[in-house]
């Protein structure tokens, strides 16, 4: 539970790598753009290169795995998607993405979602694969679906957002469903 895929997984639209020193410019641009991180509290505003910098040697740990999302013609960055074990439950997991502005509308997150959470399900010892989506983030409750999940309901105050209690939606995939 500590190092990427190998084979790195993609599909014949995308594929998912370990982020590298040379994604430092492009993750500060696409993680300062609004919808970034309205959606993802945790991703500090403004965005800078010393956060840029911490995320990129903290992207593979244990029980953590965090790849970055490229188009597999070009390898143009396209956005990111991450895993890991929930802290409270060694027996879950919790996985989340953002995409790029550009790369947005174009089914990358639901592919980039659909590789990483069966790869998830296969390889690691959890019982369910959970994700929660701002109950105004309309489209990334849509790729969960899309992806597979299971809309179990709203958790209302789900998530702190810059110190505002938010409702999420919450979706699972369980192992035999992928």
Known sequence: ?????????????????????????ELVRCCNDPLV?????????????????????RTVMVGELNLAITDRASGALL???GVGIKPSDAGMAEIGYWLAPEARGRGSATRALRLLSRWTLREWPIGRLHLMADVENTASQAV???AGFTREGVMRS????????RDHVVFSLLPGEA
């Open 37 to 57: 991180p309205r959606f993802i509290p945790v991703i500090p505003v403004p965005y800078t290169t010393q956060d840029a910098r911490a995320f990129v040697a």
């Open 1 to 25: 539970m500590n190092s990427a895929p190998d084979p790195p997984l993609a599909d014949e639209v995308v594929a998912l790598r370990p982020w590298r020193d040379g994604d430092i410019d």
């Open 158 to 165: 789900g998530m702190l957002a810059r110190g505002v209690a």
């Open 144 to 146: 969960a679906e899309r």
């Open 79 to 81: 956005g990111a998607v």
